[in-house]
């Protein structure tokens, strides 16, 4: 009885987890135009996890031995530990990129005056602007 149970219960984990990659497969053209290398890794993260998921539960319904489990499971443990270091580097190069992308924004607005007159953009040296000759606010 536990076993026709665990049986239908991960037929319905393998068909949720396989219906969304058959949609992807339609799409497949526009996710490959939109997809960028962060995307990739997420779903390939999620597919993993996906499968770690299942794994733990076909063998807690007992249909794998403990050294097939230990096995597939290091295997699969060992893919998602790239997976998950290959995010993490993306991640942090991603936020050191707008870090360094603000920082340079913030020190322009703070070296520049703004020409009341004509809103070009004046060093902070300047008393009067540079394109229309107007005094600039200090
Ligand atoms: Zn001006």
Known sequence: MLYLFCGIL???????????????????ESAIIEETEWDLLQRKKEV?????????????CGKLSAEDYQKVRAEM???????????ETLESSK?????????????????????PSCASKNPNTNKFCADCGAKLKR
């Open 10 to 28: 991960s037929g319905a984990v393998l068909a949720a987890i396989c219906a969304p990659l058959f949609r992807k497969e339609e799409t497949l």
């Open 48 to 60: 993993i996890l996906g499968n770690i998921q299942d794994l733990d539960f076909e063998y807690k």
């Open 77 to 87: 443990n060992a893919e998602a530990a790239v997976v998950f270091q290959q995010i």
């Open 95 to 115: 936020d050191l990129d707008a870090l360094i992308r603000r920082e340079i924004s913030a020190r322009k607005d703070r070296s520049t005056t703004t020409c």
